[in-house]
Every structure is written in structure tokens, then in C-alpha cells.
């Protein structure tokens, strides 16, 4: 980003990635430039680029807020779950259940995604992080409360690993299908 945290006005960064988020999801990342997110949210231009350098960090900051909110609330609903199981369903729920919602809002630049994939890279190696984190407190959970049986870390770290690699396929087939019925 062009400036530090501490020098940019909270509200003009939401205004900025919001604006950017919509004309981004109209139009496709390839078609919307800096001028049109600036006219969007009634800013210059100049303006705009005290802010963030080029439209490539408006996008990586739109999927940076969109991943904190998602992971904050699956989190938080987590959390009201009972029991392994139940934190576990919501989870998977919660995972999925936005990737049907990204598929949907930017079906427009879909392809565009993996063309630049190295940019996406990095925010999902964080999301990733994050959500090893929340199955590993899943496992640990079950195994105080007595639902699941003691594991040794080498185990809980396959179990999360092959979850979370089967999550993220079929995410990935449900965000490149058009057909999320059987979801």
C-alpha cells in the first residue's frame, strides 16, 4: 500500500474497496480501471492512488477483507456449536457455502482469477493458515470432551491436511461449476 495503516482514513478504505468490489464483480478485473473505481466513489483520482498504488492492491484488499469477515463469522458460529461434530458441520457448511457465494457474485472475471493466480497465492497460503488452525481446535475440542478418541500430533495434523485438501477440491469444482444443486 501507498501509505501507512496509521495515515489512512478507515471510512475512504472501505469506500475504495467496496466501490472497487462492485465494479469488480460487474465488469471483471481486466475491464475496470483505477479512473472508474475513482468515479465510483467520488474520489480523484489522485486520491485514489494515496491510497493504494494500483487497482491489483484494491483487489488484493477486497479478498483480504472478504476472507476476515467469512473466516471471523464462521469462527463465531463455531463457536455456538455444542459439540466436534456439530463445530465440524458448521465448518464445512460455512466453508462452502461462500464458495457458492463468491462463484455467484464474480462469475464475470472467474477466468481471470487464475490468470493471476501468483497474487492470490499469498492470501490464500493466510486463509490456509486459518483454517488448519479452526480443524485443528475442532480435533482438540472433540478429544477433551471425549467425542473423539486422543491423537498424537502427527495424526491431527493428517487428518486436518487431508480435510482440508478435500474441502478445497471440492470448493474449487463448486466455484467453477454452474451447478451447485447438489450442495
Excluded at 482514513?9 to 475491464?31: C, H, Q, S, T
Excluded at 469477515?69 to 462452502?96: D, I, P
Excluded at 477466468?111 to 485443528?136: G, M, P
Amino acid at each position: 500500500m501507498s501509505v501507512s495503516q496509521s495515515d489512512r482514513d478507515p471510512v475512504i478504505m472501505a469506500e475504495i474497496i467496496n466501490g472497487g468490489k462492485e465494479l469488480f464483480k460487474r465488469y471483471g478485473f481486466k475491464k475496470t480501471t483505477m479512473e472508474d473505481i475513482a468515479r465510483a466513489v467520488g474520489k480523484s483520482k489522485s486520491a485514489l492512488y494515496y491510497y493504494f498504488k494500483t487497482k491489483e492492491e484494491i483487489f488484493e484488499a477486497i479478498l483480504h477483507e472478504d476472507i476476515r469477515k467469512h473466516l471471523q463469522k464462521v469462527s463465531e458460529e463455531m463457536k455456538l456449536a455444542g459439540t466436534a461434530v456439530e463445530k465440524f458441520r458448521v465448518f464445512v457448511n460455512g466453508m462452502l457455502s461462500n464458495v457458492k457465494e463468491k462463484a455467484e457474485g464474480y462469475s464475470v472475471f472467474r477466468a481471470e482469477l487464475y490468470e493471476s493466480a501468483r497474487n492470490i497465492l499469498e492470501i490464500a497460503e493466510e486463509k490456509d493458515r486459518f483454517v488448519e488452525h479452526l480443524l485443528k481446535d475442532v480435533l482438540l475440542f472433540g478429544i477433551s470432551t471425549g467425542e473423539l478418541k486422543p491423537m498424537q500430533s502427527v495424526e491431527m495434523d493428517v487428518w486436518v491436511n487431508l480435510v482440508h485438501s478435500s474441502l478445497k477440491e471440492i470448493g474449487k469444482k463448486l466455484f467453477l461449476s454452474e451447478k451447485h444443486d447438489y450442495f
